[in-house]
């Protein structure tokens, strides 16, 4: 016969074992980020946004080549946009 600290033990044993983390991230559960005018500000933002966890930098753009240039040197596999779209 089991006792009541058993079946509680065993609960308790199941429900951390259902809480763990998965090790493969959804859809849902990244987080894909582009920015218009990696500048001075742009890049602040970058490098905060960078340290969350599940977070990938995937396209900058901007007019200025120099600031697309050190876009890619934080986030190498973003893509780049150059100019202005004038509507």
Known sequence: MHSRREFIGNV??????LSAPATVLGANDR??????????????LVQQTMACPNVDF?????????RLDAALKVAPKAKTVQGAVIA
Do not use: E, Q, S, W
């Open 12 to 17: 308790a044993a199941l429900a951390g074992t």
């Open 31 to 44: 987080i894909r980020v582009g920015i218009i005018g990696p500048g001075a500000r742009g890049m602040n």
């Open 58 to 66: 995937v396209a900058f753009a901007d007019i200025y080549t120099k």
